[in-house]
């Protein structure tokens, strides 16, 4: 197997590096490559750069094996896996991870996490990919081992889902088991927060994401708050069908 590993936190980032070396470790591989952005690109979504150049720079250690590789990229995480798979090395993996990130994305965060965007990414060019996420900054070795075990038995996934993983930030040993999930919902994001520059204009920053609105038996939120590692297959077709219908009534009505 060809494994394609990025995130969102960067290359130096500990829930990537936990990752790669529980691979490392763990599972059977031809090529192992890291292609990861080269600083913090978090909710960067799903962009892509198109109106800069994309260096690649190659960290990989002067010991490693030939089959295991490290780059950092001046761009986003889709930039990674569109570069990765799309031939700017001349490697084409079987199957696409994103993780381990430091922070949970669950529900709505799906929406803007990089790290979601990147297996995302990767099932846009027919790669199975798989994104996996901490809720927390401790226990990384939990997760990875969540990974391992989901991959040495792998079912079969469709070619048109995403695979999203989040993880109790718990030793393993108090980690319960798994959980098959759907997506919650939170409430929306709190407001703004307005400070002052030394030069008395006024700056900007994003409010944190709000509190678990939907998050009852069934969704991720329930899994992690009870101690599961949470599993939701995502897959990306944003059409309201119902809504279909009554737009049709309103088309032949004018």
Known sequence: ????????????????????????????????????????????????????PLRIQDHTPQDSPENERIYAI????????HLGVNGALDFQPDMVLSGINEGANMGDDVLYSGTVAAATEG??????????SLCGDTHFATAAHV???FLKELPPISSDTIININVPDVPLAELKGLKITRLGKRHCSEPVVKQIDPRG???????????????????????????????TPLKIDLSHYEMMATLNEWVQQH
């Open 1 to 52: 197997m060809k494994i394609l590993l990025s995130n969102d936190d960067g290359y130096l980032a500990p829930g990537i590096r936990t990752l790669y070396a529980a691979l490392q470790e763990h599972i059977p591989y031809q090529t192992l490559m890291m292609l990861a952005p080269d600083r913090n690109r978090s909710a960067a979504s799903n962009s892509l750069t198109l109106l800069d």
């Open 74 to 81: 001046n761009g986003t995480p889709t930039d990674c896996v």
């Open 123 to 132: 099932r846009f060019l027919g790669k199975p990919s798989i994104a996996i």
């Open 147 to 149: 990974l391992v075990t």
């Open 201 to 231: 204009k006024p700056i900007y920053w994003i409010g944190p994401a709000g509190e678990a609105a939907d998050a009852g038996e069934g969704t991720d939120f329930h899994a992690v708050e009870h101690g599961y590692a949470s599993i």
